[in-house]
């Protein structure tokens, strides 16, 4: 009885080995497309992402999923919430988060972290600049702390007023900021 044992438990390791070997040689090979047998997320794809945008904080700045928006305060009435759609490697997002999304499956979801060099980049001091505060009063504009206003069709975000001069910093808001998102791919299409 004992070498019958051994005899099965010996083949019994044998045909797992074997097993297992197949199934790392097909997984490498690229037979097997994802974890789900679905399309994977690849450069050229377009695809449909939920997400949850984040500072490390954890205060969420943006989402594309209503409650989410209403739980956190962020909710707008004259926003449409549904999952964003664009072509991976085009450019339409933020480097880190087409970078992240590539490999995704339909269903993943993933946490992912963003530093500021492949976000909205750092923080410029050539973009903070002083404009003769005349120029506001011939304008008849009363500039305020934390008020923007455009220049050019950019935004600008008033820092510092004084008796001679406004401080615009033209920089984006996100500049300079980690960003966190948790995102969920909905749809891939090649």
């Given amino acids: 009885m004992k070498k019958l044992l051994m005899f099965f438990f010996k083949n019994k390791l044998t045909y797992m080995f074997v097993a297992c070997s197949l199934l790392l040689l097909v997984s ?8 789900n047998g679905g399309p ?22 943006d989402t594309s999923i209503k409650s989410v928006a209403e739980e956190n305060g962020i909710y707008n009435p004259n ?14 997002l ?3 988060f087409e970078k ?19 976000a909205y980049g750092p923080v410029r001091e050539d973009l903070i600049i002083p ?6 009063i011939e304008a ?3 500039p305020v702390v934390g008020s923007y206003i455009y220049v050019r069709g950019q935004p600008a975000k008033i820092v510092e007023v004084n008796n001679t001069h406004v401080v615009l910093d ?20 090649d």
């Fill in 170 to 189: 033209l920089n984006s808001p996100m500049a300079g900021k980690t960003l966190i998102f948790n995102i969920t791919v909905v749809d891939i299409k």
């Fill in 131 to 136: 404009i003769p505060i005349e120029s506001f």
């Fill in 100 to 118: 992240e999304v590539l490999g995704m499956h339909i269903g993943e979801n993933k946490r992912i972290k963003i530093p500021p060099e492949e």
């Fill in 140 to 142: 008849n504009i009363t």
């Fill in 28 to 35: 490498l090979s690229g037979c097997v497309s994802s974890t």
């Fill in 79 to 92: 926003r449409e919430y549904k999952p964003i759609n664009f072509t991976v490697g085009t450019g339409q």
């Fill in 40 to 61: 994977v997320v690849k450069n050229g794809s377009t695809v449909s992402v939920d997400y949850i945008g984040m500072f490390e904080n954890g205060t969420v700045f």
């Fill in 94 to 96: 933020i480097e880190g």
